[in-house]
């Protein structure tokens, strides 16, 4: 069974940085996109930033500028690099992918959520 742990989140001050990761584990044919999406308490999930395979990133507009996403296809592995962090950048943030899995099946795979909370 694939599986996706994310680490990074923490507490940072306004203005400040974090990196969030997505570690894969288990059996992946093929990885397709990845991504990140996050939950504020009291809002729907919606997505900060997704890369295919072959790099091509979306972003939400509300992180255009201040949010990396990025990928090492070897690794399946993503990345989100944040900068200029803002109190309503505060939510816990999903990793997020589209794999083909060793039965060949295609799966969406979510991970279990890290939290980022930045103070004012």
């Known amino acids: 069974q694939v599986q996706l742990l994310e680490s990074g989140g923490g507490l940072v001050q306004a203005g400040g940085s974090l990196r969030l990761s997505c570690a894969s584990s288990g059996r992946i044919f093929i990885m397709n996109a990845m991504g990140w999406y996050r939950q504020a308490p009291g809002k729907q999930r919606e997505l900060v930033a997704r890369i295919t395979t072959g790099g091509a990133t979306v972003y939400a507009d509300s992180v255009k500028g201040r949010f990396t996403i990025s990928r090492d296809n070897a690794k399946n592995t993503v990345y989100l690099q944040m900068n200029s962090l803002k109190p309503e950048d505060t939510a816990v943030y999903y990793c997020?992918?589209?794999?083909?899995?060793?039965?060949?099946?295609?799966?969406?795979?979510w991970g279990q959520g890290t939290l980022v909370t930045v103070s004012s």
């Open positions: 997020n992918a589209d794999l083909v899995n060793s039965a060949s099946r295609n799966r969406e795979v």
